[in-house]
């Protein structure tokens, strides 16, 4: 898991939760939902606590280049890399799906706007994703103006979606092999 928004992070975890070994690269500063409130009593973030359970931890800055080897050696002996990277940061750190090199890698992508078209490179949130999605103009009452729905439920659906697909992939690569 290379990811680093909640929807990246609840289909790895749904992944580790059915019995997947599961490490997600976290810069040395932490994966940015650490960041995430509210806190406990100690100052750890329940969200990043929540969403990144049941999974192993390494600290790598992928833009050190010996670090970023170390993130593609991870990558490349996985069967699933899930990423929310744009398609020129993965091009910029040598994470493409070619650039990894192994045949029946499976890659998972959750962007706010795709891989592909005018927007695969612009930022999104939970807020930019319903919007565009027409999911917060059916949020609200009519005599108002649309709302965003609570908390992530955005990034939570496309985890789900995601686990789904990568579920579903690796289901018919196993099922498959050599094509």
């Known amino acids: 898991d290379i990811s680093t928004n909640a929807g990246g992070a609840w289909c790895a975890r749904m992944l580790a939760d059915y019995g997947a ?3 997600f690269v976290e810069p040395r500063e932490g994966h940015p939902l650490r960041a995430l409130a509210p806190f406990t009593d100690e ?3 329940i969200p990043a606590a929540y969403l990144l359970a049941n999974k192993r931890s390494v600290a790598l800055d992928l833009d050190v280049p010996r670090s970023r080897k170390h993130a593609i050696d991870l990558c490349r002996r996985a069967d699933i890399v899930i990423s929310s990277h744009s398609p020129s940061r993965l091009e910029a750190i040598g994470m493409t799906h070619a650039a990894l090199g192994r045949p029946g890698i499976i890659m998972v992508h959750i962007t706010p706007h795709g891989m ?3 927007l ?3 930022p999104g949130n939970d807020l930019t994703d319903a919007a565009r999605s027409g999911w917060a103009s059916i949020n609200g009452s009519q005599e108002r103006e649309p709302l965003k729905p ?3 439920q955005s990034s939570m659906c496309a985890g789900v979606v995601a686990y789904a697909g990568a ?3 690796l289901r018919w690569r196993d099922a498959h092999p050599g094509e």
């Open 167 to 169: 579920v579903a992939a």
């Open 43 to 45: 100052g750890a973030s």
């Open 116 to 118: 592909s078209g005018d």
């Open 120 to 122: 695969a490179e612009v």
């Open 21 to 23: 070994d599961v490490i």
């Open 150 to 152: 609570s908390g992530w």
